[in-house]
C-alpha cells in the first residue's frame, strides 16, 4: 500500500464548477501535510498547507481528518488556470529526521 | 532571484556512461535533496543532505551518489547509467528539514533518457 494514495484522474469540470480532491495517507503519525501544484513539465510548488482545523486561500480549502487520515482539497469556482497536477504530500519523521512523502497527484483540467 | 538551479537540463546518456546532476541554491538554505519523479509513482527521494557536510539515504539511492560540495551546492552522480534511471529528477532546498513553516522550494528538473 503506498504510503499516501491519490485518486489520478483527470477530473474535467467546466470553469465556474467546484471540484473537490481526497487524498489518505497511511502513517497516523505524519506531522504536517501538504497540497503542492505542478503544471505540465514543470516543478511542484506549494499550493498551501493543511491544518487540523481546516483553512481557505481564497478559492481553495484544505480539510484534514486525523482520525480517518485524510486530506480534501476543494476548488471553488474553477479557472482555466487551475489546471494541472495536485499532489497531497505528508511530513513524516524518519529516524530523525523529517522528509515529504508525495501522492502520485491528481489531475485537473478546466475547459471552457 | 534564482532560487534552486540545477543542470543540465535534458541529457541522453548511454547505458554504463557516468554524469553529475549539479545544483545550488542561493537562498542560504541548510538542507538540499534530491528526487525523482516517474509516471504513476510520485516523487521520491533519492538522497538528502540535512546540513552542510552531511549527506545521507533516502528511498532510493541504489545506482546514485551525491556530494554536498558547500552550503550551496548539492550535486547528483550517477557512475553506471541503466535504463531504470530514465527519470526526471528534482534538487530541492528548505531552509531547515521540512515541517510546516520550512517551505520547499524546487529547481526545474533535469529529464534523463539512458538508451
Known amino acids: 500500500r503506498k504510503e499516501v494514495e491519490q485518486d489520478p484522474g483527470p477530473f474535467n469540470v467546466p470553469e465556474g464548477a467546484t471540484v473537490a480532491f481526497n487524498c489518505t495517507y497511511s502513517?497516523?503519525?505524519?506531522?504536517?501535510f501538504f497540497w503542492y501544484r505542478q503544471d505540465c513539465r514543470k516543478e511542484p510548488k506549494l499550493l498551501m498547507s493543511?491544518?487540523?482545523s481546516g483553512n481557505e486561500d481564497g478559492r481553495f480549502t484544505a480539510q484534514l481528518n486525523r482520525a480517518s487520515q485524510y486530506i480534501s482539497l476543494l476548488i471553488r469556482d474553477s479557472k482555466l488556470s487551475d489546471s494541472a497536477t495536485y499532489l497531497c504530500?505528508?511530513?513524516?519523521?524518519?529516524?530523525?529526521?523529517?522528509?515529504?512523502?508525495f501522492g502520485t497527484g491528481t489531475r485537473l483540467l478546466v475547459s471552457p | 532571484n534564482a532560487g534552486v538551479t540545477q543542470t543540465p537540463k535534458f541529457q541522453v546518456l548511454k547505458t554504463g556512461q557516468s554524469m553529475t546532476l549539479q545544483c545550488a541554491q542561493d537562498?542560504?538554505?541548510?538542507?538540499m535533496y534530491w528526487y525523482r519523479q516517474d509516471p504513476g509513482m510520485g516523487l521520491r527521494l533519492i538522497y538528502y543532505?540535512?546540513?552542510?557536510?552531511?549527506?545521507d539515504k533516502g528511498e532510493v539511492p541504489n545506482g546514485y551518489n551525491v556530494s554536498r560540495l558547500n552550503k550551496r551546492e548539492f550535486s547528483l552522480r550517477l557512475e553506471s547509467a541503466a535504463p531504470s534511471q530514465t527519470s526526471v529528477y528534482f534538487c530541492?532546498?528548505?531552509?531547515?528539514?521540512?515541517?510546516?513553516?520550512?517551505?520547499?522550494?524546487f529547481g526545474e528538473g533535469s529529464w534523463l533518457t539512458v538508451v
Open positions: 543532505s540535512a546540513s552542510e557536510g552531511t549527506t
Open positions: 493543511v491544518y487540523s
Open positions: 530541492a532546498s528548505t531552509l531547515r528539514g521540512t515541517s510546516s513553516g520550512n517551505t520547499i522550494y
Open positions: 504530500v505528508v511530513n513524516n519523521r524518519d529516524t530523525g529526521f523529517q522528509k515529504l512523502v
Open positions: 502513517n497516523s503519525a505524519s506531522q504536517s
Open positions: 537562498m542560504n538554505h541548510n538542507s
